[in-house]
């Protein structure tokens, strides 16, 4: 057991700022969306989990984002965002205002006129939440400038790490996904190298058939979410569940973990499973109550069950912080799967759209 207390990474530099020769020049990183297998749900201080978590990257459903900058003479952080090309200032906002609350990590931010381009692989009717691909594609770019015009982070880990870190804190999820295959965040009894502050990879701790499981995203409902994430992880501060709930997820992922070292299929999909429904129970027993699910998402789960139990099949699904099933099975049920997916799933589905996914090996530089 890792029983060494770690002191919180301080990463504020004020050598990160350009002496002279303040340059014009774009960095670019592709970054995946990653699905999470025991849930974070609940935070405390500045985007600390109340517990671990752990999940998959998957590969293409992805957000790729030029950052363009030049200098800037206006004393304050400049950035005009751009999805799919047209400016949404709604994005930008939030976007300011992260990167303001990191300056003292980055003072150079402030010395700099940027221009962000992304765009995302799945259709924004998706109702795929972006925030995981879209925040460890922008940490990425400002480490890459790190990296470029201050000479850091030349050592491969703990670039990852500090994006980690600053994706961690544009929005939690999002610091798994600068890893491929499995990865966790939050201290885990016993795993070395996890931390409440950034993501860690688990590959080398799991049955290699889990790299290569795929992810059929069932698009149930494409309509925007009623209630954010953050204002969802809030809710459990008062939620008269959560102490058990906290304690359940670390039982949890030691159990999963287990099960996925020994390939024990059986209880990979039991925990998965139970994961998946324990979150939205936080949604129902939190006050005010919310529900995400929709009619059809519980169709398909009982679809997803009675194919499981006829077939023997070892497919399992997992659901976000919405009504969308993603149906989880190993590479080699493929096509059975693909010809349940059409003959059963399909016309559950919001205008047929399913995204078909799979474990994916981490962000692209560009
Ligand atoms: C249900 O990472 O979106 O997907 O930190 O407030 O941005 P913020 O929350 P976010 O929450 C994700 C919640 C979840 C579970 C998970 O991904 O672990």
């Not at 350009?18 to 960095?27: A, E, Y």
């Not at 980055?106 to 995981?132: D, E, M, R, V």
């Not at 799991?206 to 149930?220: A, C, G, N, R, Y």
């Not at 024990?264 to 979150?279: G, K, V």
Request: net charge negative; aromatic share 10%.
């Amino acid at each position: 057991m890792n029983m060494i207390e770690k002191k919180p990474l301080v990463l504020e530099n004020p050598s990160l700022a350009f002496k002279s020769d303040v340059p014009t020049d774009s960095v670019t990183w592709q970054s995946p969306s990653n699905i999470a297998l025991v849930k974070y749900w609940g935070k405390k201080d500045i985007q600390i989990p109340c517990n671990p978590s752990v999940s998959f990257t998957l590969s293409t459903s992805t957000t790729e984002t030029r950052l363009e900058f030049e200098p800037n003479t206006e004393g304050r952080v400049s950035i005009e965002f751009f999805l799919d090309k047209v400016r949404n200032e709604k994005f930008e906002t939030k976007i300011v205002s992260f990167l303001d609350s990191i300056v003292p990590i980055f003072p150079f931010l402030k010395q700099l006129k940027f221009k962000a381009y992304s765009s995302n692989t799945f259709p924004h009717s998706a109702g795929i939440a972006s925030s995981a691909s879209g925040m460890s594609a922008l940490a990425l770019c400002l480490c890459s400038i790190e990296k470029k015009y201050f000479n850091n982070l030349t050592i491969e880990n703990e670039f990852f790490e500090k994006a980690s870190y600053i994706a961690r804190l544009g929005s939690g999820s999002a610091c798994r996904s600068l890893y491929g295959g499995v990865v966790s965040w939050g201290e885990i009894a016993g795993v070395n190298n996890t931390s409440n502050e950034y993501g860690t990879c688990l590959n080398d701790v799991v049955h290699p058939d889990f790299l290569k499981f795929k992810d059929s995203i069932l698009i149930v409902d494409a309509a925007q979410k009623k209630v954010s994430s953050r204002v969802g992880h809030g809710l459990m501060n008062s939620n008269p569940f959560s102490m058990e709930r906290f304690r359940q997820a670390n039982t949890n992922i030691a159990t999963l973990l287990k099960a996925m070292k020994e390939n024990d299929m059986e209880t990979f999909m039991s925990i998965t499973e139970s994961e998946a429904l324990t979150l939205h129970a936080m949604m129902m027993t939190s006050m005010p109550y919310f529900l995400l699910m929709k009619p059809n998402t519980i169709t398909l789960i009982e679809k997803i069950w009675e194919y499981r139990q006829e077939t023997g099949n070892p497919v399992c699904f997992t659901l976000d912080a919405g009504p969308n099933i993603h149906l989880l099975y190993p590479e080699s049920i493929e096509n059975e799967v693909n010809k349940f997916i059409e003959a059963e799933l399909t016309k559950y589905l919001h205008d047929s759209c399913r995204l078909r996914d799979c474990v994916g090996s981490g962000p692209k530089n560009i």
